[in-house]
């Protein structure tokens, strides 16, 4: 096992593109880890990399970037909605909208909000009586 951890550590930069620190980092904020084994730093990395270039190359064939010879936000974020193997991607590429629809959206979830509440008090009493 020594001697595959040496020989990993010593092409573990063109085998990987990702930064191990960085991952390792990313590893250790987790409480329920302690310690990191060598091996498992860098099959984390190659398969993250490995899931990196699926998601970017399953958005480039399904979105419109092609047309444009382009990989866009906008492709990302379609195939994070809409294939059901990167839907737990959905919150951190979610769509783009337009800051002024967005006020509004959370200005009716404001008040319906302030309905619901209103609604609940009523029933309350209902039961008191």
């Known amino acids: 096992a ?3 951890t040496a020989r990993v550590s010593g092409t573990e930069n063109r085998l990987v593109s990702l930064p191990l620190s960085r991952i390792r980092v990313i590893m250790k904020s987790s409480p329920e880890v302690s310690s990191i084994n060598q091996d498992a730093l860098f099959l984390t990395a190659k398969a993250t990399e ?6 970017a190359t399953y958005s480039y ?3 419109r970037g092609k047309e444009k010879n382009a990989l866009t936000y906008t492709d990302l974020s379609h195939t994070a909605e809409e294939c059901e193997t990167f839907q737990f991607l959905a919150d951190i590429l979610p769509k783009k909208i ?3 629809k967005y006020l509004k959206m959370l200005e009716k979830e404001k008040r319906d909000g302030e309905v619901r509440e209103d609604e609940e008090g009523e029933v309350e ?5």
Do not use: C, I, P, R
């Open 2 to 4: 020594e001697m595959a």
């Open 50 to 55: 490995l899931f990196v270039q699926y998601l």
């Open 98 to 100: 337009l800051a002024s």
């Open 125 to 129: 009493e209902d039961e008191d009586e």
């Open 61 to 63: 064939k399904h979105g």
